[in-house]
T-cell receptor, first 112, second 116 residues
């Protein structure tokens, strides 16, 4: 499976936008980019996914580079509840290959 | 919203015991998964199931088995618990990919299992 690279940790001030980067230079043409987050003492939570175009939902936005070798998860206005580990994952588009491969993610700290 | 419910948040068992971890989802998803999460190792897939009575080994199936008798329920079984199976266990469910990688997985809150 193609690999992703994320910073180990980031800090951001409350009520400011947060841009979480992810590099995936070996992505293949049909891999989807997924983001999950894991709050303390909880299971991972799906945030957003995309293939080529930028995507928005109620939680976040996903900006995908034109060459698809990197992407950025954008939290428009961080709150203390956004403090979590954020995982960027490539999901292969194959029949039968249903699994997610989690890396170590980015630990986001929100400063009040 | 999808709800994945794991039967226990915390569980303490003894070495050699047979341990059952239960997971139920309420969204009629075909796929169900069991992962374990350990510090520094991230989440690793133990087993998954893509239909009732069907199962596939994940990356670390040794020492575990699974059962899926009903679509909504997926059980993880530790046949003879050992201390190296002390971990956080996470269950997830999803719709089938159908050849596209666009189906999210929905996770429960985990069971923290300690084997003494």
């Amino acid at each position: 499976d193609a690999k992703t690279t994320q910073p180990n940790s980031m800090e951001s001030n409350e009520e400011e936008p947060v841009h979480l980067p992810c590099n995936h230079s070996t992505i293949s043409g049909t891999d989807y980019i997924h983001w999950y987050r894991q709050l303390p003492s909880q299971g991972p939570e799906y945030v957003i996914h995309g293939l080529t175009s930028n995507v928005n939902n109620r939680m976040a936005s996903l900006a995908i580079a034109e060459d698809r070798k990197s992407s950025t998860l954008i939290l428009h206005r961080a709150t203390l509840r956004d403090a979590a580990v954020y995982y960027c994952i490539l999901k292969v588009s194959n029949f039968g290959n249903e699994k997610l491969t989690f890396g170590t993610g980015t630990r986001l700290t929100i400063i009040p | 919203d999808v709800k994945v419910t794991q039967s226990s948040r915390y569980l303490v068992k003894r070495t050699g015991e047979k341990v059952f971890l239960e997971c139920v989802q309420d969204m009629d998803h075909e796929n169900m998964f069991w992962y374990r999460q350990d510090p520094g190792l991230g989440l690793r897939l133990i087993y998954f199931s893509y239909d009732v009575k069907m199962k596939e080994k994940g990356d670390i199936p040794e020492g575990y088995s699974v059962s899926r008798e009903k679509k909504e329920r997926f059980s993880l079984i530790l046949e003879s618990a050992s201390t190296n199976q002390t971990s956080m266990y996470l269950c997830a469910s999803s719709l089938p990919q159908g050849g596209f990688g666009n189906q999210p997985q929905h996770f429960g809150d985990g069971t923290r299992l300690s084997i003494l």
